[in-house]
Nanobody, 124 residues
C-alpha cells in the first residue's frame, strides 16, 4: 500500500523559501503515469492544487503560483520536494502531498493517495 509522509519546518519567516519533502513508501515515484502533487488548504478555505511532478520528472504548476513554485524529486530516496519562494502570511496553510493517475489538478476525486498533511505558518 502506497503511503506518503510530508516533512519540513512548521514556521517560515516572510520573504523566505518554504521547503517541504514528501517521502513515498510502498511504491515508486517513477511508476509510469503516476503524478506526484502538492496541494494546500489555507485556514477556512478550500483545497488548492499547487503543482505536480510526473513519473518521468516533468513538472506542472498552477498558473497562480508558477512564478514562486518549484517541484523536484530524488528518485534514490523516493521523495519529491516543494519549494515556494517569497512567502507571505497568505501562504499559511496545511500542505499535503498526494498521488494521482494522470494530472489531477483540482479534480479531488482523482487522487488515490494522500499524506496526512503538515501545517506551515508564515510569520515573523
Amino acid at each position: 500500500q502506497v503511503q506518503l509522509q510530508e516533512s519540513g519546518p512548521g514556521l517560515v519567516r516572510p520573504s523566505q523559501t518554504l521547503s517541504l519533502t514528501c517521502t513515498v513508501s510502498g511504491g515508486s515515484i517513477t511508476t509510469y503515469y503516476n503524478y506526484w502533487n502538492w496541494i494546500r488548504q489555507p485556514p477556512g478555505k478550500g483545497l488548492e492544487w499547487m503543482g505536480a511532478i510526473t513519473s518521468s520528472g516533468s513538472t506542472y504548476y498552477s498558473p497562480s503560483l508558477k512564478s514562486r513554485t518549484s517541484i523536484s524529486r530524488d528518485t534514490s530516496k523516493n521523495q519529491f520536494t516543494l519549494q515556494l519562494s517569497s512567502v507571505t502570511p497568505e501562504d499559511t496553510a496545511e500542505y499535503y502531498c498526494a498521488g494521482s493517475r494522470g494530472l489531477g489538478g483540482d479534480n479531488w476525486s482523482s487522487y488515490s493517495y494522500w499524506g496526512h498533511g503538515t501545517q506551515v505558518t508564515v510569520s515573523s
